[in-house]
Each structure stands twice: as structure tokens, then as C-alpha cells.
């Protein structure tokens, strides 16, 4: 940043800067305390009470964690602590903005898929075909918030299945109860459920096959249905 750059940037948001270069470098670590208050403020050159802001900024965004009466510390910075407020991305969004996270999803979801295939174990597959065959249990073209909580931990449960805790953590701000159940609803209405079981079934069989080829095509299949599905719901609601 220039000289240039930090007059113009607020002095709080140069102090979060200033702190989050702390942990980078090593100078305090996951789990242990930040100098006090007051001496934040003469060590980095602020006021106290934008050292106070630029606190209460990194507590919200999971990387700080202020304890009444024993000071401030680094969190685990664990990737869902960091994630969290990511995680009503797909909750909140609407429109054009719901379309662009589909696809996001689109772009990281059948390499997530991919990687399950080469890494779940057989208890990670069983879960999963577990979830799969909660989606059948209903009648075909029907859903139920069982079918819907269903489909939502059959895609966390194949990601979390990589071992990756950061792309576990953003997956999940990619996907929402309340998106999942608009999902089966559109298809239903539509007579479509049975497409969507279809998908959700080779997903299941590329898996079990241990194919990533295979997993990250029918990945790519599947999100690609809803995001079409999406496009023309979008566009109908414009009419």
C-alpha cells in the first residue's frame, strides 16, 4: 500500500490491515492474547478508539475473539470461524446475484465431486447413499422437508467427504435450506422431480465406482439443471 493509499484509507480499516499483518507474520498466532488495547494503539500509531473499531471488525469477521475481563485473542482461525458470514451468501441473495452463486457452484462443485471420488471412504459413501435414499423414500414428482433436508446434506456430505475444511466452509455459503426447498418445488410443479433423483443418482454411482471423471460430469449435469431451471424462473418473473 503507498503512502497515498493509506491517506485515503479510513484509520480503522488501516488498523485491521495492520493487525490481520500481524498474525501473517507470525508475531501472535491461533489462540493466544493481543496486546492490550492501549498498547495496540501507540505500537501501530492509532487512537484508541479506532483500534477499538478495527477490534470489534475482525471479532465479527471470526479472526479475533474478545473475552470480558482476560483481553483479546486470535481465534483457531479455523476456515468456517473465517467463512461464517459468508455462509447467508446464498441465503439472502436474489435474482441475478442467486444466479451468479449457481454459478460459482457450477465452477466448484463437480471439481469438489471429483475429489470425493478419489478420496470419501466407505463410510463416507454409505452416509451418503444413506441421504440418497432418503430422497426416494417419496413418490415420485412430491417432495417433503425430508427430501429437501436430504438433497442439502447429500452435497455437504460429499464435499466434506475431500477433507478439505476451506472448500467445506464455502460450499456451504454456496447452498441454502430455503434455495434447496425453491429447487424442489420449481421441479415439481413442473413434473421434473424424477430428473432431479436422476441427477443425484449418478452422482452416487460415479462416486461408488470411485470414477472422478465420471462424478465430476454428472456434478456438472446436475448443477447445471438447476441453474437453467433458475435462468427460466428468473426470466418468467420478468414477464
Known amino acids: 500500500m503507498t503512502d497515498l493509499d493509506g491517506e485515503r484509507t479510513p484509520v480503522p480499516q488501516r488498523a485491521v490491515e495492520q493487525i490481520k499483518e500481524m498474525i501473517a507474520r507470525g508475531e501472535v498466532g491461533p489462540g493466544q492474547r ?20 478495527a ?40 435474482g441475478q446475484t442467486l444466479l451468479e452463486v449457481l454459478q460459482v457452484r ?30 426416494e423414500e417419496d413418490e415420485p414428482d412430491t417432495f417433503c422437508s425430508e427430501t429437501v433436508t436430504a438433497d442439502l446434506g447429500f452435497h455437504e456430505a460429499i464435499v466434506a467427504s475431500t477433507g478439505n475444511a476451506t472448500l467445506t466452509a464455502i460450499n456451504q455459503g454456496l447452498s441454502s435450506r430455503t434455495f434447496h426447498a425453491r429447487v424442489w418445488s420449481g421441479h415439481r410443479q413442473a413434473g421434473l422431480t424424477a430428473k432431479l433423483r436422476e441427477d443425484h443418482e ?13 462424478a465430476r460430469a454428472a456434478a456438472t449435469t446436475h448443477v447445471l439443471r438447476v441453474e437453467n431451471w433458475l435462468s427460466a424462473d428468473l426470466n418468467r418473473a420478468d414477464d
Open 55 to 94: 477490534i470489534r471488525a475482525l471479532t465479527t469477521l471470526g479472526v479475533l475473539d474478545s473475552r470480558h475481563g482476560a483481553g483479546v485473542y486470535v481465534t483457531a482461525l479455523r476456515p468456517a470461524d473465517l467463512l461464517e458470514t459468508f455462509s447467508v451468501l446464498a441465503e439472502v441473495s436474489q
Open 202 to 214: 449418478r452422482i452416487h454411482k460415479a462416486l461408488t465406482a470411485r470414477d472422478p471423471d465420471a
Open 34 to 53: 493481543l496486546p492490550t488495547e492501549r498498547e495496540l494503539a501507540v505500537q501501530l500509531g492509532v487512537s484508541r478508539s479506532s483500534m477499538r473499531e
Open 106 to 135: 457450477r465452477m466448484l462443485e463437480p471439481a469438489a465431486t471429483a475429489l470425493a471420488a478419489a478420496r470419501a471412504t466407505d463410510a463416507d459413501l454409505e452416509h451418503i447413499g444413506t441421504l440418497l435414499g432418503r430422497m
